[in-house]
């Protein structure tokens, strides 16, 4: 099946630094990816829609300018989650839509962002 | 944006007994989707219905929809402990991205 892979796993970093996260779809073509975010014990929670070649466009709620997406290519998007708080510490899970099935999302493992 | 929403928040059986979780949601949808999470883990997709069926099979998990009552139920039929995880149900509204319920936690007691 396909595959969608995260990088980091995890990263802990001190409060005022930026942090990025790639997803990546490594054996289709992704135009749309997703990233979401997940505190402890609740639910997944959209956060932006990464086309690729055009800007993001963000969940009511979701500063843009806090969570830089880049989704420069049809394999690869990122997150950068800039000038980190702690209260920014998450669960970020990305997300793929396979060129060829308009109906399924291929999930990245996740990277648990942790900051200090 | 439409929600779904699963009961019972928690669910602790033994194991060899089996699970059933429910989803409601509020808008029309494409299709729904289960997904397990282990703890600290990221989404193993589980079943995808379509708004055009009513019932889905897969191997030991079956998947009802009512689109009138707009539920969906997953059973996870004779229950391991390697199904210890939490799940979610998703609804796909169609351009944007899935709309996640709050999730089931099944704990199976061996």
């Known amino acids: 099946g396909a595959v969608v892979s995260q990088h980091p796993s995890w990263v802990i970093c001190k409060s005022g630094t930026s942090v990025k996260i790639e997803c990546r779809s490594l054996?289709?073509?992704?135009?749309?990816m997703f990233w979401y975010r997940q505190f402890p014990k609740q639910s997944l929670m959209l956060m932006a829609t990464?086309?690729?070649?055009?800007?993001?466009?963000?969940e009511q709620g979701v500063e843009k300018d806090k969570f830089l997406i880049n989704h420069a290519s049809l394999t690869l998007s990122t997150l950068t989650v800039t000038s980190a708080h702690p209260e920014d510490s998450s669960f970020y899970i990305c997300?793929?839509?396979?060129?060829?099935?308009?109906?399924?999302?291929?999930f990245g493992p996740g990277t648990r962002l942790t900051v200090l | 944006s439409q929600q779904g929403e699963e009961d019972p928040q928690a669910l602790s059986i033994q194991e060899g007994e089996n699970a059933t979780m429910n989803c409601s949601y509020k808008?029309?949808?494409?299709?729904l989707q289960w997904y397990r999470q282990n703890s600290g883990r990221g989404l193993v997709h589980l079943i995808l219905?379509?708004?055009?069926?009513r019932e889905k099979h897969s191997g030991r998990l079956r998947v009802t929809l009512d689109t009138s009552k707009k539920s969906s139920s997953l059973l996870i039929t004779a229950s391991r402990a390697a199904d210890t995880a939490s799940y979610f149900c998703?609804?796909?509204?169609?351009?944007?991205?899935?709309?996640f319920g709050k999730g089931t936690h099944l704990i199976i007691q061996p």
């Open positions: 998703a609804t796909d509204g169609g351009a944007d991205g899935l709309t």
């Open positions: 990464s086309n690729e070649g055009s800007k993001a466009t963000y």
């Open positions: 054996d289709f073509q992704a135009t749309t």
């Open positions: 808008t029309s949808i494409n299709n």
């Open positions: 219905i379509r708004s055009n069926e």
């Open positions: 997300s793929a839509y396979d060129r060829g099935s308009t109906d399924t999302q291929y």
